[in-house]
């Protein structure tokens, strides 16, 4: 049985924090927020997750990613996939100079003397995806989103792209428009990486 004592000491403390709300029942969703929360946030980025998924899937390949300034979304994109485990190996999300370095061998002379955000600096990512992982094909995201950290030659919007195969790596940069918020060009970023990950398994 439980102590008298103990019970009258705490059932004033349950009071309080039913009151404050803590313990109260949630309240239903209204049917149209019920629906908007089972759709993908953006569907067309959900359909090129899945398209990707089934190219690869179809040539037996598997993909990594590395990401910098999308922060994990194009890994979000992808195992948002139902089965995604068939074609999906794995993601670095490598932010700081330290991340990249050890995550994916990206050389410090490279970063020192070209910056996280640079041609050189994204296919040493691209292809320390590739080879610390199970995948045969990566790609690799490195840019400046915004709304600061921007200079005059490395402007906020720019925006590094690689993607490699066993056979050969491709790179691009992208100059997004400078006034999108940080967001819009994430997202721009997401969308131009899966393209390339398309175009380089001939999609």
Known sequence: MPDAGAVATFTPFLQKVSGAGIFQRPRPMRP?????????????????????????????????????????????????????????????????????????????????????VSEETVVEMVRGALSRSRANVAVAITGIAGPSGGTRDKPVGLVHFAVATGEATRNLKKAFDPSWSRDQIRHASVVEALKLVKKAIGG
């Not at 598997?62 to 890994?75: Q, R, Y």
């Open 32 to 116: 149209d927020t019920a629906v908007t929360l089972m759709i993908p946030e953006d569907q067309a980025l959900h359909d090129a997750g899945a398209e990707i998924g089934g190219l690869l899937l179809a040539r037996r390949m598997k993909l990594a990613a590395a990401e910098s300034c999308t922060g994990g979304w194009l890994s979000k994109v992808v195992t948002e996939v139902a089965g995604c485990s068939d074609w999906f190996d794995c993601s670095f999300v490598a932010y700081s100079y330290e991340a990249k370095e050890s995550m994916l061998g990206v050389s410090r002379v490279t970063l020192e003397e070209h910056g996280a």
